[in-house]
């Protein structure tokens, strides 16, 4: 049986919920590996994280030079895993970092990149939502066993638990690899909410919001989802660039996308018209983002979300 | 210092876009300079400003690197425009419908002839959207990788720059040294609106247009091919109602109806 190789995607010491998902993508090509790359003595710890998705095997590789020298480094380790065990298709996490150590991959042993598949068939052949979703897309790998980076949030993970063989291994790190050096890492800012591009609803806010972000974050915090902002909203200071969704900002793909405020301009609806549900408040009854919603609210967001909000928290009582 | 900043022209983020025949579409729209490379642009012209400028015969220069069919130009003199001082366009029928590993190949060799200390870039287009071809060039050129700025601080005499990188899994301090690949997110600055002066000088800088051959890069083939594109199904038409006090509670039973609480 063919074999796909993941590389294992962290958060601190503890594997992802896109782990599971891009095993999970995997295991419809052959028996998935995942190679988990560990600072020094941290190996075993990180591989028992590996306990849920259809893995059957896990390869470890310790080594400082993954904390201290970050991207190239990983490269450097999963090229030369992808060399030993001639998988039949890579698979990445779609964040800024897989993506980078992917491209890396790509480069260095000549293979083909796909980028931000939202599905993958039996032979491989990856499926893309491109230009803000407006458009599918199936591409596939000419050159060599493709690499395919997995969009957080869009594959259904299979979270089985999983009791896979776990191996040691070790790979070279070249001196071009370590020229960038890391001095300091901070994990990311969480304010008790999701993620923005792995939550499963998230409720943004825009210019209707005047600023005042109070009301899209209560309902947020009712429904337990990650708060978003329209460009306007953060172009203006009114919540953090991080925060943003649209074409310049992140992609999300929700089950449930409430839009408060926002007009849905195209660089909006870029970042979330491949959500599932689509919810839109807003005062104005032309904005065009209402050609977009399962359910649209012509109403005053600061009239409309305290009570849903309410409602949610009564709901969930 | 010798600054290179690569940059792509796109289609307007407003525009609609479609694909023909396994390629978008970039005739038929508005083109314009990429968004996010408008950043980098500013961040080279800051780097040259706080360490002597780059005016003629001062210490730095700012070259805009880019590939892209012809019309491209009008990108690279947006960029001259805000006050690079020159610019190299790799531009030839083979490249049509180039992937990020060609893109990435052909980039870095031209970089590497030109011998530059600094390489800066935008994080990604906002047509293709991969947010890859940085990671490519540093190695390709066996460089330091410095990617996804939000900060950069360069000592010319030391030849060392450090950065600060943001993404999604937190905020890194990463240092480095000539030369290096740096991409810098968007808010690292307010990139600067081209003056009329700037904008009538471009018009005598060099674009200096060159042809795959003189590159020196190994392949153009891409390694991925698309299959197929069709434009998604529009989505069905929803319910809208008008808010009469009720609407906050008849969303909660959407919800609820849609079991998404």
Request: hydrophobic share 45%; with cysteine.
């Amino acid at each position: 049986m063919s074999t796909v190789l993941i590389l294992a995607d962290f958060a601190g010491e503890k594997a992802t919920k896109a782990t599971v998902e891009i095993a999970t993508a995997g295991a419809v090509i052959g028996e998935v590996t995942a190679l988990v790359l560990a600072p020094v003595g941290k190996g075993a710890a990180y591989a028992a994280t590996i306990n849920q998705g259809p893995v059957t095997k896990v390869l470890v590789i310790e080594s400082d030079d993954f904390t201290k020298h970050g991207v190239a480094a990983f490269a450097d380790a999963l090229a030369h895993v992808i060399g030993q065990t001639t998988p039949s298709a890579v698979l990445v996490a779609s964040n800024a970092f897989g993506k980078e150590v992917a491209g890396r991959v790509a480069m260095k042993l000549k293979i083909g990149i796909i980028t931000d598949a939202v599905e993958i068939a039996p032979d491989c052949t990856a499926t893309q939502l491109v230009f803000g979703g407006s458009t599918t897309v199936h591409s596939k790998v000419t050159e060599g066993t493709g690499i395919i980076t997995v969009r957080p949030n869009t594959i259904t993970a299979n979270f089985a638990a999983a009791m896979p063989l776990i191996e040691n291994t070790t790979a070279p790190i070249s001196d071009s690899s370590k020229k960038a050096t890391i001095t300091s890492s901070q994990p990311p800012v969480k304010g008790g909410r999701p993620e923005l591009t792995e939550a499963n609803i998230v409720v943004s806010g825009g210019r209707g919001t005047n600023g005042d972000f109070a009301s899209v974050e209560a309902f947020a915090d009712s429904l337990g989802a990650a708060v978003g902002a329209s460009r306007a909203a953060t172009d203006a200071g009114w919540y953090p660039h991080s925060h943003q969704v649209g074409q310049t900002g992140k992609t999300v793909s929700p089950q449930l996308y409430v839009a408060c405020g926002i007009s849905g301009a195209i660089q909006h609806r870029a970042g979330m018209q491949t959500s599932k549900n689509i919810v839109v408040v807003n005062k104005d009854p032309e904005a065009p983002l209402f050609e977009l919603a399962d359910f649209g609210v012509v109403g005053d967001l600061f009239a409309v979300l305290p009570p849903a909000t309410e409602g949610v928290k009564a709901r969930k009582a | 210092m010798k600054i290179a900043v690569c940059i792509k022209q796109v289609p307007d983020s407003w525009a609609e876009k479609k694909m023909i025949g396994g390629l978008l579409d970039r005739a038929n729209v508005d083109a314009v300079l990429n968004d996010l490379d408008e950043y980098a642009v500013e961040e080279a012209l800051r780097i040259a400003e706080a360490h002597g400028g780059n005016e003629e015969g001062g210490p730095n220069t700012v070259t805009v690197i880019s590939m892209g069919p012809e019309r491209a130009t009008e990108a690279v003199r947006k960029a001259l425009s805000m006050g690079a001082n020159d610019a190299i366009l790799i531009s030839d029928a083979v490249l049509v419908g180039a992937d990020a590993v060609v893109t990435a190949e052909v980039l870095a060799n031209v970089i590497f002839k030109g011998e530059y200390d600094l390489v800066i870039c935008g994080t990604e287009s906002t047509d293709a959207r991969m947010s890859v071809v940085p990671a490519m060039m540093s190695e390709k050129l066996g460089c330091a990788q410095l990617t996804f700025a939000s900060k950069v601080t360069v000592d010319p005499a030391a030849k060392k720059v450090s950065i600060t990188r943001v993404t999604e899994a937190g905020v890194d301090e990463v240092h480095g040294e000539f030369p290096c690949v740096i991409s810098v997110v968007e808010k690292i600055n307010e990139p600067r609106y081209p003056s009329f002066k700037g904008i009538m000088a471009a018009k005598k800088k060099t674009i200096d247009i060159r042809d795959f051959a003189s590159t020196g890069a190994e392949f153009t083939k891409s390694w991925s091919v698309v299959i197929d594109a069709a434009p998604r199904p529009p989505r069905a038409t929803g319910v809208v109602i008008t808010d009469d006090g009720s609407a906050g509670q008849k969303l909660v039973d959407f919800l609820s109806e849609k079991k998404l609480i």
